[in-house]
């Protein structure tokens, strides 16, 4: 599915809490539990916070599973 690195954060970007915890679902990732997640939301932790490191966490879990290299330059170059 991911050809790339920019390809696993491209997916990660616009997910929302809840879309986040679906999308991940297939990927059996190593992250904390949704429960325990949500326990520090609700103790007051921010959300943005919590679905950002979450991101970020299963973003480097999945390139290094995957051993998913950089996006070419000169694909970069095309696209911007």
């Known amino acids: ?3 790339s690195r ?3 954060e ?3 970007k616009p997910l929302d809490y809840d879309e986040f915890w679906d999308a991940i679902r297939p990927y059996a990732l190593d992250l904390p539990a949704r429960t325990r ?3 520090d939301i609700d103790n007051g932790a921010s959300e943005d916070t ?3 490191v979450l991101k970020r966490m299963a973003e480097l879990t ?3 599973d995957q051993k ?10 095309w696209a911007h």
């Open 1 to 3: 599915m991911f050809r």
């Open 6 to 8: 920019e390809d696993v």
């Open 10 to 12: 491209e997916w990660l």
């Open 37 to 39: 997640c949500d326990d």
């Open 50 to 52: 919590v679905l950002r």
């Open 62 to 64: 999945i390139i290094k």
């Open 68 to 77: 998913l290299p950089p996006r070419s330059i000169e694909k970069w170059r």
